[in-house]
Nanobody, 113 residues
Framework: QVQLVESGGGLVQPGGSLRLSCAAS????????MGWYRQAPGKERELVAV?????TTNYADSAKGRFTISRDKNTVYLQMNSLKPEDTAVYYC?????????WGQGTQVTVSS
């Protein structure tokens, strides 16, 4: 029904930057919000940032001041600056409306010297 294609993950040094992209396609007429979540080994998946159809943004405390979420049509971006080793995780794109939620395949972000 909805396909989410992610790109931009990889290996980066502490203090470096990455930009993640997520392109949504399919049945999108009811889409309400898109966002980014992450999951580190042994931990639960957690919210990183969300942007609504109206442009309202919400960030996890750990992301505030370093990460920026933005949207261009049906593509959502996550600009990540000042990356820390604790940011290492699989990052997942999410799209939802009032009734459904779809996930991307995940992209690995590794922050290491």
């Amino acid at each position: 029904q909805v396909q989410l294609v992610e790109s931009g993950g990889g290996l980066v040094q502490p203090g470096g930057s990455l930009r993640l992209s997520c392109a949504a396609s399919g049945t999108l007429f009811s889409l309400r919000a898109m966002g980014w979540y992450r999951q580190a080994p042994g931990k639960e998946r957690e919210l990183v940032a969300v942007i609504t159809r109206g442009g309202t943004t919400n960030y996890a405390d750990s992301a505030k001041g370093r990460f920026t979420i933005s949207r261009d049509k049906n593509t959502v971006y996550l600009q990540m600056n000042s990356l820390k080793p604790e940011d290492t995780a699989v990052y997942y794109c999410n799209a939802r409306d009032a009734d459904w939620s779809n996930w991307g395949q995940g992209t690995q972000v590794t922050v290491s010297s």
